[in-house]
């Protein structure tokens, strides 16, 4: 797509200050990682518990299962031709060290991180961009305190990366990926003895003592408003918790965070729908971080016990992320009252603003349309679409302007928002800069057999169209009054539209990175510039 001078303008303009120097820090020639050797590994007072498995990805010593794409490698090949970024990044993380079952793959394993080491010369290549870096780091770590034998060749290896990591971070982007950074020197200088190990832990810490305060929000969920990354972020404090049990000089700091673990627990079990899986806002898709379920254990093994009573009561409140959750027999409504994310950090936003997402029971009903990939190609962007949501798109225009893969323009702002125990309303400005400044308003209200979804666009426009995208295996029947919305020949429930005219799409549907699935959408086209649709089961 072509990007307008404005677009730019809108896209850089909330940048911090931090963010600019860093981008030319960046590009600024520096001499490249020395090796770092010799350094000894602490004393360690017990070993790493078991928290959060992923699934197995080693497959043989050179076949990786990475986000769902299969691909078997050559030996010394660890940047492979047409793989996207992302899965190079998931290459170099190292994540199956400590997935589900790393015992019986321990053999290859040993032979991975060998070759790794020898094939990828230090400061070259994917592997050694700060993110990967940082949570192969982590890795490497839990992997040792689990009590693996570590080769000396092995520590030298993390030696050096922990000292390239301390000065490569990620301050141009801030967010999520500081938080890896920080935490990924922590592990290492908590691992080592030595000055140089403890100015890494003390950068580190210094940099989450600052950091975590600012971006986990009064409700507890984190800045960039997106429940996989939040997950994400949970376990890495709840790591870091327990890397102070095994390092007493580290625990009182880390200890501190408790209150605010409570509340990062309590939001996301708000987040999570009845059926155990988390909310799909933002960038948001199942498998890329630790199951809700044992996210919850490892909490509570910590003394944390999360509440998502507590939590959507939270929300409800000034200062929060913006997003509520309302229920009723066996009816759960999760709604997006909030900002795409902070506007210095907009990466992983959606235009999603005033939609929402429906379950009956464990049944998902109404569903956005989760992320396959990463990059700047046409899925990616149409992912991120306003069409692709559960709410009112005016033609072919954006709530937000998103674009690039992770860049987003103008902003839709939530302006008015009120949330009650049964009921929900915003209204935002996402669409003011289009001829006419039409603002779109919706309330949601929610019995024990009704949802009621009423939609304003003020003033009028003539290509408002709601849209309510079913979760896969359900599927739409038209009626002489209303829509049936059917599982194997069964009602779940029945969706009647006034004022608005009724059809039915298809699209894609990504549950989780490297899968698409086909799913069915009720479009309502507005007749006037205000429409109603009732849902009963």
């Known amino acids: 797509m072509s990007v307008s001078i404005s677009t730019y303008w809108h896209t850089v303009r909330h940048l911090k200050p931090i963010q600019i120097w860093g981008q030319i820090w960046n590009r600024m020639p520096r001499p490249g990682p020395g090796r770092v050797s010799g350094m000894v590994p602490r004393s360690m007072v017990g070993t790493w518990k078991s928290s959060v498995f992923k699934k197995a990805e080693l497959k043989g010593l050179r076949t990786f299962r990475l986000l769902n794409q299969k691909r078997i490698l050559k030996r010394g090949e660890w940047e492979p031709t047409g793989a996207a970024r992302l899965w190079k990044y998931h290459l170099h993380y190292f994540d199956d060290l400590n997935a589900k079952g790393a015992e019986r793959r321990r053999r290859w394993h040993r032979e991975l991180i060998t070759s790794w080491i020898q094939e990828n010369p230090p400061g070259q290549g994917t592997g050694w961009e700060p993110y990967p870096t940082s949570r192969r780091i982590v890795n490497w770590v839990k992997y040792y305190y689990r009590g693996q034998r570590a080769e000396t060749e092995w520590l030298d290896s993390l030696a050096t990366q922990a000292d390239w990591l301390s000065r490569r971070l990620e301050w141009h982007l801030l967010g999520n990926h500081l938080l890896a950074n920080a935490k990924a020197l922590v592990f290492a200088g908590s691992y080592f003895e030595g000055t140089k190990a403890r100015s890494w832990q003390e950068k580190g810490m210094r940099i989450l003592e600052e950091q975590i305060p600012e971006q986990i929000l009064p409700d507890g969920g984190h800045e960039e408003r997106s429940p996989m990354y939040q997950a994400l972020i949970l376990e890495d404090v709840l790591d870091l918790m327990q890397l102070g049990r095994l390092c007493p000089d580290l625990r009182a700091r880390t200890d501190r965070w408790r209150g605010i673990v409570v509340k990062m627990a309590d939001w996301l079990l708000a987040m999570t729908h009845p059926d155990g899986g988390i909310s799909f806002f933002n960038d948001t898709a199942e498998g890329m971080a630790g199951r809700v379920s044992d996210l919850t254990r490892y909490a509570a093994g910590m003394g944390i016990r999360g509440d998502k009573r507590r939590g959507a009561k939270a929300m409800q409140k000034a200062g929060g992320s913006g997003y509520f959750r309302l ?62 949501h559960n709410t009112v ?133 507005f007749q006037s510039g205000k429409q109603k649709t009732v849902v009963e089961w």
């Open 327 to 388: 229920e009723a027999g066996p009816a759960t409504v999760i709604g997006d009252l909030a900002p795409l994310g902070p506007d210095h950090l907009p990466a992983h936003g959606h235009a999603d603003t005033l939609s929402f997402e429906f379950s009956l029971g464990k049944k998902r009903v109404f569903v956005n349309g989760g992320v396959s990939e990463y990059g700047k190609g046409n899925r990616r962007q149409k992912e991120r679409e306003t069409r692709s």
């Open 393 to 525: 798109a005016l033609g072919l225009v954006n709530s937000s302007e998103v674009w690039g893969g992770f860049r987003v323009g103008r902003r839709a702002r939530v302006v008015e928002r009120r949330v009650s125990c049964t009921s929900a309303e915003g209204i935002h400005s996402g669409y003011e800069h289009l001829a006419g400044k039409s603002r779109h308003r919706r309330r949601w209200t929610l019995k024990k057999n009704v949802l009621m979804i009423q939609d304003w666009v003020t003033p009028p426009h003539a290509q408002a169209v709601a849209r309510f995208w079913l979760a896969p295996g359900l599927r739409l029947k038209p009626g002489k009054d209303s829509w049936k919305i059917l599982e194997k020949g069964n009602q779940v429930a029945s969706v009647k539209i006034v004022g608005g005219i009724g059809q039915e799409e298809a699209g894609l549907y990504a549950p989780e990175f490297g899968i698409l699935r086909k799913h069915k959408c009720l479009s309502a086209a």
